[in-house]
């Protein structure tokens, strides 16, 4: 049984009650697990990814709702260069990813770069810290916000960021997609 870690994490009660002599392998990515079993074409392989996978690798769908919590949810981004012909996924509104690091790891530097965007009422969808290799006590932030990086709001708040912060860096703006399987957002 193929798949990223972390897929096979969500999955891991329903793995052992329905496939107990699988073996779990960790795999860079679901997609990637995916074609690499298309790619054996050994029929005793499987893999937990999409059904987009499944279909793009000429895989069959053996079952669906595998997650052990009905909120687990997992964030797929297709990308690719600006100067592609690359169909955009979603029709949601807007929505940036960015990273970022603190240029001192101070008491109150962190609420100075949440503030950036308070104060020019953005909504954030997410932050995340992961630990700087080789630097103690550092952090690499993870931020979604809603809107675009042509909003000027945005695009203030990003101009600020950057004054107070190391490292910043664009990930990407995408349309927001669905959280919830009924199309909702909760």
Not at 9 to 30: F, K, S, V
Not at 133 to 142: A, D, L, M
């Amino acid at each position: 049984m193929r798949s990223h870690q972390q897929a096979l994490g969500q999955c891991r009660d329903w793995l052992r009650a329905r496939a107990a002599d699988a073996r779990p392998e960790a795999a860079p990515d679901t997609a990637g697990a995916a074609r690499a079993v298309a790619e054996t074409e050994d029929v005793t392989m499987a893999a937990v990814a999409s059904r987009r996978a499944a279909e793009r690798y000429g895989l069959e769908v053996l079952a669906e709702g595998l997650q052990d919590n009905e909120q687990n949810f997992t964030r797929f981004l297709v990308l690719a260069p600006n100067d592609t012909d690359a169909d955009r996924v979603g029709e949601g509104e807007p929505k940036t990813s960015v990273t970022f690091v603190l240029q001192d790891n101070v008491p109150g530097a962190l609420f100075k770069s949440l503030a950036v965007f308070a104060l020019r009422e953005l909504d954030l969808a997410k932050i995340e810290s992961r630990p700087l290799v080789g630097h103690p006590g550092r952090y690499r932030f993870y931020l979604d916000v809603y809107g675009d990086v042509v909003d000027e709001a945005v695009a203030r708040a990003l101009g600020h960021l950057r004054e107070i912060t190391t490292d910043l860096q664009v990930l990407g703006t995408y349309p927001r997609g669905a959280t919830y399987p009924d199309g909702a957002e909760r």
